[in-house]
């Protein structure tokens, strides 16, 4: 079983950035779609930025939720296994644990096409 760990989150005021990462040991991430969630109490769990595979073809596809695009910049480090999710102008709204997630297929936006979660990790914004 794949497990993937979350990190980079804390305390932030509004207007502030953070940058969360997404690893594992073992498993090249390059050959699965990575998608980052969210969660805030009392909330479902939302999808915010995903990334194609890179171990299938020579390019890739992102793809980012309304509430990220423009603020968000999700990006891969092969040689480090390590995808990252860049979070630029927070505001409270941004609140909740962050988890990556690992899927088979080339590129996923559905909850139920990934396989493989991190523990989360949390990102407060506030001032």
């Known amino acids: 079983q794949m497990q993937l760990v979350e990190s980079g989150g804390g305390l932030v005021q509004p207007g502030g950035s953070l940058r969360v990462s997404c690893t594992t040991s073992?498993?090249?991430?390059?050959?699965?779609?990575i998608g980052w969630f969210r969660q805030a109490p009392g909330k479902d769990r939302e999808g915010v930025s995903f990334?194609?595979?890179?171990?299938?073809?020579?390019?890739?596809?992102?793809y980012y939720a309304d509430s990220a695009k423009g603020r968000f910049t999700i990006s891969r480090d092969n040689a480090k296994n390590t995808v990252y999710l860049q979070m630029n102008a927070l505001t409270p709204e941004d609140t909740a644990v962050y988890y990556c997630?690992?899927?088979?297929?080339?590129?996923?936006?559905?909850?139920?096409?990934?396989?493989?979660w991190g523990q989360g990790v949390q990102v407060t914004v506030s001032s």
């Open positions: 073992g498993v090249r991430l390059e050959h699965y779609a």
């Open positions: 990334i194609s595979a890179d171990g299938f073809s020579s390019g890739f596809t992102t």
């Open positions: 997630a690992a899927s088979p297929n080339t590129i996923a936006t559905m909850l139920w096409q990934y396989d493989y």
